[in-house]
């Protein structure tokens, strides 16, 4: 084994992946620093302890730091951000030890949503009207000064879907910000403040990049399909697209990642195609969660995965790497199961009612008879996953309404 050590921020859903792959492709040694123990249990169920060589938890900057520099001898080699809840703490480890750094004084920017927003509208980048307050009575004056057609409310700093609401009146702004005020979202922080918006209308895109020394390369485009449940917005299905039909949304990706000062390494971003051009909802400073790395290496010419460490571990390679574009070879659905409420699970029926369709590739669900399951509100809590493949987009549509309409039925999975 080498003697060169990567550290892994915050290793969870998609960023779980990441040591073995450094091992596979570098021979590296891979350490592990757990920053959050508050994280909803699905996603903690996503770290494996055996694949590091050590394991640190995080009690303050200080002294993380120096546990590793004491068991190392020395600060690691190279440092990679594992998941959202982690961006922070990877900001200034990596500055610390300079081990090429984003833009540190925007780091918050990287976070924070309200300051995201802010840093776009001071660069002359087109943004969401926003506002942030812990006080009912301020957003409500705010609503009155920007009368909107509807707004979304939400924490700061939430992820997956955590926590959004779309209001359309005060009587619905009121219940969202009673519901969200003084909670904790999953990352464990408190919400003494809200994020109001307005709300833009169009389809909705994610764009995951990898960038080194200030160069942008994107490597793949999503679009979400959203349905709403209770008034909230559920991720429905992720859809492959082709990265070379959409230019506009491809520069306006750039321009922000610059804004925010993302230099190096993975970016997730989220941005509608409203009706004046594209717009960010929100940018993540790490590598996309979930199934959409391992899907972008099944469809695309280019891995998400690869190129992420890539740019962390070895920058010099970056430019032999972005010499040809992104090329989609096959389409893929990422199709999240909705549970419409809780209850026990009596059965499940997934594979039984979807693995004869030409499309069908693989489902994921952790669920079996008897489990309690929560209803679908957000993100985290879709019970589970159907993936499907074409090289054909309209055999694929077609196999993704057979789904949607055996769910709907009620044919996917029973709850008593």
Not at 109 to 131: F, N, S, V
Not at 209 to 218: M, R, Y
Request: charged share 20%.
């Amino acid at each position: 084994m080498n003697d060169k050590y990567v550290l892994i921020v915050d290793p969870f859903s998609s960023g779980a992946i990441f040591a073995n792959r450094v091992k596979e492709l570098y021979g590296y040694n891979v350490i592990a620093l757990i920053t959050n123990n508050n994280l909803p249990p699905t996603i903690v169920s996503t770290f494996k302890e055996e694949d590091y060589s050590a394991v640190f938890n995080y009690a303050s900057h200080e002294e993380a730091a120096q546990q590793i520099e004491l068991a190392l001898g020395r600060a690691p080699d190279f440092i990679i951000c594992g998941s959202e809840p982690g961006v922070l703490i990877f900001d200034l480890l990596c500055h610390r030890w300079n081990l090429l750094p984003n833009l540190f004084k925007l780091s918050q920017a990287r976070r924070d949503k309200y300051l995201m927003q802010k840093q776009l509208m001071l660069d002359g980048i087109r943004y969401i009207p926003h506002y942030r307050s812990g006080q009912l009575s301020k957003i409500l004056t705010w609503c009155e000064e920007n009368p909107f057609k509807e707004y979304v409310i939400k924490p700061v700093c939430s992820f997956g879907t955590e926590g959004v609401f779309f209001c359309k009146n005060t009587a619905e702004i009121k219940n969202a910000f009673n519901l969200l005020i003084n909670t904790f979202d999953y990352s464990g922080n408190k919400n003494k403040e809200l994020l109001i918006e307005q709300k833009i209308n169009g389809i909705e895109y994610v764009v995951d990049a990898v960038s080194s020394n200030g160069v942008h390369f994107i490597v793949n485009i999503f679009k979400y399909l959203k349905q709403k449940v209770n008034g909230i917005p559920i991720y429905h299905q992720m859809v492959t697209e082709p990265v070379n039909l959409f230019p506009e949304l491809v520069d306006y990706t750039k321009s922000v990642l610059t804004s925010l000062g993302i230099k190096n390494g993975t970016s997730h971003n989220e941005i509608i195609m409203s009706s004046n051009g594209p717009v960010l909802i929100e940018s993540g400073a790490r590598m996309h969660g979930g199934l959409g790395p391992s899907l972008v290496e099944r469809c695309n010419s280019h891995s998400l995965i690869d190129m992420s460490l890539l740019v962390r571990i070895a920058p010099h390679q970056f430019t032999d790497a972005i010499c040809t574009s992104p090329v989609l070879q096959r389409y893929a659905v990422e199709y999240f199961l909705c549970a419409p409420n809780q209850g026990h699970i009596k059965e499940i029926n997934i594979e039984k009612q979807c693995s004869t369709l030409k499309s069908y590739g693989f489902t994921i669900c952790k669920y079996k008879p008897n489990d309690y399951l929560q209803k679908t509100t957000d993100l985290v809590t879709s019970y589970g996953r159907i993936v499907l493949f074409n090289e054909e987009y309209l055999a694929l549509s077609t196999d993704v309404q057979v789904v949607a309409d055996l769910e709907k039925k009620g044919a996917l999975i029973s709850i008593i």
